[in-house]
């Protein structure tokens, strides 16, 4: 498993937020029975950077929470047979591991969310992680029974990790 985390920004969190993307990373994929090694990476950013990519790749000129760029299509959420026909595509040729795709965080985000759901900036941050990685699973949630899915899979993930809404984590 390869987890490569550049952070473009400070990083004022009270917690080792290294260490706890590679956890989540792995609840994740443990959770929807990823049966490949790896590699993801999680980029740190400030607003003005979240703002500048969301326009450039979405045409949408806001700063917003989290960015996902999946490499897999798949046919259906979490389907993972299909990553043996997409080939040396996506897989890195020097480590063998299946390449999932970017995540791109706010770190401004994640502090200004947490304040205003009242809960723990861990939790804010672990929730984003966990969302992204879902879209690197294929889920989404633009109808609202692909969102009530993606909203099972994200609770019973950080409920698995004990990182709870509204509490501190």
Known sequence: MTIN??????VPFRFHYKKL???VIMAAMDAEGFPYEAE????LVDNERIRKINADFRQ?????DVL??????YEEPGDF???EMAGDEVINPDTEEVMLGDIVISVDKVLEQAREYGHSEKREYAFLIVHSMLH??????MESEEAAVMEQHQKQ???GLKIYRGGEA
């Open 40 to 43: 993801v990476n999680l980029t």
């Open 81 to 83: 047979a299909g990553i």
């Open 68 to 73: 996902s760029f999946p490499l897999i299509a």
């Open 157 to 159: 993930i950080l409920d």
């Open 136 to 141: 690197l699973f294929g889920y989404d949630h």
């Open 5 to 10: 985390i550049i952070c473009e920004t400070k």
């Open 60 to 64: 949408i000129d806001r700063a917003t």
């Open 21 to 23: 993307a590679q956890t």
